[in-house]
């Protein structure tokens, strides 16, 4: 069963608000529509009961709108730690300090590209969900009052490999790079690019592309009031759904557009109206007529339910001879 | 013919300004990239120079390219103006990024209004063994802006930038400018003429708004995204048109 249009904007907006578990929220965006100045501001807007800790490492000083408290990550590093306990146990320690245990914790981090690929998963378990361990009744608690957000740049996925001097040994080995351990650990991905059609400064997708290969950046992009996003849910079972949207940051709607992607017949969807004009047949069908047509129980449907199996039924006639020999058996 | 064409000003934010108003605690990032042949002294001079209240600012040049008595002869100011020159070239033989900060801005103590145009940091890049974008990002750019200025003005050239990454060197250029991107507030991006050479055009300059989160700017100032033609004349006076 499909899931109706009209239950993917709940979802999203569950997944805003964060009431579905996940030990991370994804977000991957690009270099036209960064995560910052769009979609980050949706949480709190969803859920203004939220306790937004913004761990900034692309941004120094401005506490995002969105958010309570801004730690300035890069600050609390120890870059000549060698463990991730050295290096990175200062700011751990920090952002968990800011959390408010009567509040759901949002932790922001902006972006997740400055955490070596060695250090990632460290990195998430530390900050999201805590095991603590209560004493009285001798059981593991889940203290569940904590997300993680991190914001992945997909800009150079490919090369990633040469992040590191020592790549090396990292090349040849086979640990998979930092995009593959975040999509594994997030139950939701918020993947967000521009609508680079409604651009009007640029013609189309490929005239982006020589832009971008010279660095030069068309206008009108990092469109706040437009942009489009696909939502990855993973489910307990394993079942995983994707769903498209439109987005407006500045007046909070979601519109659905996964009907608009999926095409349904070969010819484009449904729709007809470029044929306005063209011919002196009507082609265009009223809702009603719609209506009545879906309703047309068709002769084949019965045949589709196969309750009595596939047997082969053969009734002997009198004009039909019985062969002992088979004409296609064997010969050997 | 070109004298036909209306002089345009310079304008970034909504409300005709050119430097940001903000806060006391916050930043601002303005990147201006370039190509080779289109150096743009003119516009760090139009910056600086053009803002209606640039008198509240300090402004410090430094320059990882240029030495300092170049850059004294290029940039104009009228006299009034707070200007400090800070000589770079030679740091480019540093080994240390937070003994670059502590030797050659030691004496700025208060970061209140304080502008640092700052060029071509990507050439650290090369000249320090084993560095990365993220520790140029995290150990100078990103501590200058934590207690020494308020607003940087980034100036790089974008020759480095390549699409195909293929060494640990390209991929640290690359991603070097990326972030420049989603850390700036304004992008200037200074081209050369696609033909080639005209005698009335110089080049166009885009102006984009960066990938910053915008909502620090003070009231409802937005950036402007405008693409203005250039043409620097003889004597060095720059005229902008559309």
Not at chain 1, 22 to 37: C, F, G, K
Not at chain 1, 177 to 193: E, K, R, V
Not at chain 1, 224 to 239: I, V, W
């Amino acid at each position: 069963m499909a899931l109706g249009t009209h239950n993917s904007t709940v979802l999203l907006k569950r997944a805003f608000s964060l009431k579905e578990t996940t030990p991370l929220v994804l977000v991957l965006d690009t270099l036209l529509q960064t995560a910052t100045s769009s979609i980050l501001s949706e949480f709190k807007q969803n859920n203004k009961a939220l306790n937004v800790i913004y761990v900034g490492f692309d941004n120094v000083n401005n506490k995002p709108a969105y958010s309570d408290f801004l730690v300035k990550g890069f600050a609390f590093i120890d870059t000549k730690g060698k463990t991730f306990e050295t290096k990175y146990g200062k700011l751990i320690q920090l952002v968990n300090g800011k959390c408010d245990a009567t509040k759901h914790n949002l932790i922001i981090m902006d972006n997740i590209n400055y955490i070596e690929n060695e250090f990632i998963l460290d990195f998430i378990n530390s900050l999201s969900s805590v095991q603590n361990y209560d004493l009285a009744n001798s059981r593991e608690e889940l203290v569940n009052n904590k997300t993680l957000l991190t914001v992945y740049h997909k800009d150079n996925v490919d090369y990633e490999k040469f992040q590191e001097v020592s790549n090396a040994s990292f090349e040849n080995s086979l640990f998979p790079n930092t995009l593959q351990l975040l999509t594994a650990s997030a139950n939701i991905m918020l993947d967000i690019n521009p609508v680079i059609t409604d651009n009007k400064f640029v013609d189309d997708e490929e005239d982006v592309d020589n832009n971008l290969s010279k660095f030069h950046i068309p206008r009108g992009f990092n469109n706040k009031t437009n942009y489009q996003l696909e939502l990855t849910h993973k489910r307990k079972s394993g079942r995983v759904t994707t769903f498209k949207f439109i987005v407006d940051s500045e007046k909070h709607e979601y519109i659905d557009d996964t009907k608009v992607i999926k095409v349904e017949n070969p010819f484009g969807n449904n729709d007809i109206s470029e044929f306005d004009g063209m011919t002196t047949f009507n082609l265009k069908s009223t809702d009603k007529q719609k209506k009545a047509k879906e309703n047309v129980e068709l002769p084949f449907m019965e045949a589709q339910q196969f309750t009595s199996g596939g047997a082969i039924v053969y009734e002997f006639e009198k004009d039909d001879d019985y062969d002992e020999e088979d004409p296609f058996e064997d010969p050997f | 013919m070109i004298s036909l064409q209306q002089n345009q000003d310079l304008v970034v934010f909504s409300d005709h300004k050119i430097l940001p108003h903000i806060d006391n605690n916050g930043q601002s990032i303005y990147s201006i990239l370039y190509n080779n042949g289109t150096y743009p002294l003119w516009l760090i001079n139009k910056i600086i120079n053009d803002d209606s209240e640039n008198k509240k600012y300090n402004f410090t040049i430094s320059s990882f390219i240029n030495n300092n008595k170049f850059m004294k002869q290029v940039i104009k100011t009228s006299s009034d103006l707070k200007v400090d020159f800070v000589d770079l070239t030679l740091s480019l033989q540093s080994t240390n990024l937070p003994t670059i900060i502590e030797n050659k801005f030691k004496h700025i103590t208060k970061k209140e209004g304080n502008v640092l145009v700052l060029e071509q940091p990507e050439l650290l890049l090369s000249s320090m063994e084993n560095l990365t974008t993220t520790n140029l990002f995290q150990q100078f750019i990103n501590n200058l802006l934590l207690d020494k200025f308020q607003h940087l003005i980034i100036v790089s050239n974008i020759d480095f930038y390549s699409s195909y990454i293929n060494s640990f060197h390209q991929y640290q250029y690359t991603s070097y400018y990326q972030s420049l991107q989603y850390k700036s507030d304004v992008l200037f991006n200074v081209k050369p003429l696609r033909t080639g050479f005209a005698k009335d055009i110089s080049g166009t300059l885009t102006i984009t708004k960066g990938g910053a989160d915008s909502s620090h700017f003070a009231g409802k100032t937005k950036v402007v995204e405008n693409e203005y033609f250039f043409f620097v004349n003889k004597d060095g006076s720059v005229k902008l048109f559309y």
